[in-house]
């Protein structure tokens, strides 16, 4: 099972006596914390654990009801879900121990936050450094117009890029065009840099043809989410600033997916997802479809397993699996704004999901990571198979497709010559913090240097799942 390992910093470096520090005053505020709870434990503190915990589950017991149910139980879970954590402000205010449990969870919440802090700055394991790049000569912008709600015009992109020296091919809306077709027609006609402002799926599109002649690529942010340009630094806000590149840019070497036989650069997803965004519907009501179709994809009739084989360990009747170019952190991968802490690490991250009740449901949420109805892993290889079934639903870079069984997913490392501004917003952001392990914090605190993983760790093989 492939791992990438990094280093922690030395207590003397200045990285490390702030990670130090940090990591001391974590330790200092989850004690407080305890303390809190311990000085007030004859006065409620065993009540403010116990139905703080109790509200979580069934919040959560709630949610998995107004997910996987219709009708009344829908709306029961609802209510559910709305009034547990009410009902749990309610006794704590009756009870005198709001106060209390105000001052426990902000000890706590800044524990978590000095934790996660210190062990991101411990860690030395960065992406590779950009190089400087020359001016092109001959770039070629594609440009989809109703991308990100019409970003193109808002932003004056083509004005812009024509006026770098940049030769736009402008998409037709009302005519779909091959966009591997027209990159492949640029390269003919002498393009030295490929760039799409557009969807990550075009991107990716785009970014294959690139890297198939050796040409580098550039990502104008005129997608919805951007998360290809968000992981790279680059400005989403503002597009027109990824423009800068053509004039006075630097290059950074990054891996390239493939899912049988097509790139992708941020993600590949299988089961309940793809299969919701299989529906013509989607695009115009997200948020209604998926609560239409979950309730038969995750208990019902329309239910589908997934197996695969990720490297050497098979991961068995999952509801939904997520390949992601380069392993997301694992603190915050099921989050909107997750991030991977670099583009360049020659690994897939792999997420699995098996959620079947609101009690595990509420396991998940209570105990993260630790639940067997979730998997983090990293491969080199990942195929994916659902029993009794010769394709499957696949969403690429949020593209619905249709694949047949088994499809496999790799990695190119290096692939890939993303030319970037020097300005970019996001490149001295901080990297995403690695889930919160309190021995190795404890370590960190003490100067105890000690190997740092990856954010998305290799199971060990206990975590193997039987089939059902």
């Known amino acids: 099972m492939g791992r990438t390992m990094g280093r922690t910093r030395t207590a003397g470096s200045p990285g490390g006596v702030a990670a130090r520090l940090l990591a001391w005053c974590a330790l200092l505020a989850a004690a407080a914390a305890v303390a809190v709870?311990?000085?007030?434990?004859?006065?409620?503190?065993?009540?403010?654990?116990?139905?703080?915990?109790?509200?979580?589950?069934?919040?959560?017991?709630?949610?998995?009801?107004?997910?996987?149910?219709?009708?009344?139980?829908?709306?029961?879970?609802?209510?559910?879900?709305?009034?547990?954590?009410?009902?749990?402000?309610?006794?704590?205010?009756?009870e005198g121990l709001w106060l209390t449990a105000l001052v426990a969870c902000?000890?706590?919440?800044?524990?978590?936050?000095?934790?996660?802090?210190?062990?991101?700055?411990?860690?030395?394991?960065?992406?590779?450094?950009?190089?400087?790049?020359?001016r092109p000569r001959h770039p070629v912008l594609?440009?989809?117009?109703?991308?990100?709600?019409?970003?193109?015009?808002?932003?004056?992109?083509?004005?812009?890029?024509?006026?770098?020296?940049?030769?736009?091919?402008?998409?037709?809306?009302?005519?779909?065009?091959?966009?591997?077709?027209?990159?492949?027609?640029?390269?003919?006609?002498?393009?030295?840099?490929?760039?799409v402002a557009g969807g990550d799926g075009t991107q990716a599109l785009v970014a294959a043809v690139a890297a198939e002649h050796g040409l580098p690529f550039l990502v104008v942010s005129a997608g919805t989410r951007n998360h290809f340009a968000m992981d790279l630094g680059l400005d989403r806000g503002d597009p027109s600033r990824c423009l800068d590149a053509l004039r006075d840019g630097e290059e950074l070497r990054v891996d390239l997916g493939d899912v049988d036989g097509r790139a992708f650069v941020n993600t590949v997803s299988f089961g309940v997802y793809a299969d919701v965004v299989q529906r013509p519907e989607y695009r115009d009501d997200k948020a209604g479809t998926a609560l239409s179709l979950l309730p038969d994809l995750l208990v019902g009739e329309g239910v589908r397993r997934l197996d695969a084989r990720i490297d050497g360990t098979a991961l068995t009747v999952q509801q939904a699996l997520l390949v992601s170019n380069n392993p997301y952190a694992a603190a915050d991968a099921l989050t909107e704004g997750a991030r991977r802490p670099r583009l360049d690490g020659g690994e897939l991250g792999v997420l699995g999901i098996r959620v079947e009740s609101a009690a595990q449901a509420a396991?998940?949420?209570?105990?993260?990571?630790?639940?067997?109805?979730?998997?983090?892993?990293?491969?080199?290889?990942?195929?994916?198979?659902?029993?009794?079934?010769?394709?499957?639903?696949?969403?690429?870079?949020?593209?619905?497709?249709?694949?047949?069984?088994?499809?496999?997913?790799?990695?190119?490392?290096?692939?890939?010559?993303?030319?970037?501004?020097?300005?970019?917003?996001?490149?001295?952001?901080?990297?995403?913090?690695?889930?919160?392990?309190?021995?190795?914090?404890?370590?960190?605190?003490?100067?105890?240097?000690?190997?740092s993983p990856s954010p998305s760790p290799s199971p060990s093989p206990s975590k193997e799942q039987p089939h059902a």
């Not at 503190?45 to 997910?67: K, P, Q, T």
């Not at 591997?180 to 002498?190: D, S």
């Not at 994916?384 to 496999?408: F, N, Q, W, Y």
């Not at 030319?419 to 370590?443: I, M, Q, S």
């Open 37 to 94: 709870l311990l000085l007030a434990w004859g006065a409620g503190g065993l009540v403010i654990v116990g139905a703080g915990l109790l509200g979580l589950v069934v919040c959560v017991a709630g949610v998995w009801w107004f997910l996987a149910h219709r009708g009344v139980v829908r709306l029961l879970g609802l209510g559910v879900a709305v009034l547990a954590p009410v009902a749990v402000l309610v006794l704590f205010t009756w």
């Open 363 to 451: 396991d998940l949420a209570v105990r993260g990571a630790q639940s067997p109805g979730l998997t983090v892993m990293t491969a080199r290889r990942t195929e994916v198979t659902s029993p009794g079934a010769d394709e499957i639903s696949v969403a690429v870079d949020g593209e619905a497709l249709r694949m047949p069984t088994p499809v496999v997913c790799t990695l190119r490392p290096g692939a890939l010559r993303v030319r970037v501004p020097r300005d970019r917003p996001g490149a001295l952001a901080p990297p995403p913090a690695p889930a919160v392990n309190w021995r190795r914090l404890l370590a960190l605190a003490l100067g105890r240097a000690e190997p």
């Open 142 to 195: 594609i440009m989809n117009p109703k991308s990100g709600g019409g970003k193109v015009g808002r932003f004056g992109l083509v004005g812009k890029a024509e006026e770098l020296g940049a030769r736009v091919v402008l998409l037709d809306p009302s005519a779909p065009a091959d966009v591997a077709a027209l990159a492949r027609e640029a390269v003919a006609g002498g393009a030295d840099l490929l760039g």
């Open 106 to 134: 902000v000890g706590w919440g800044a524990a978590l936050a000095c934790a996660r802090a210190a062990l991101r700055r411990s860690r030395t394991d960065r992406p590779g450094r950009a190089n400087a790049a020359p």
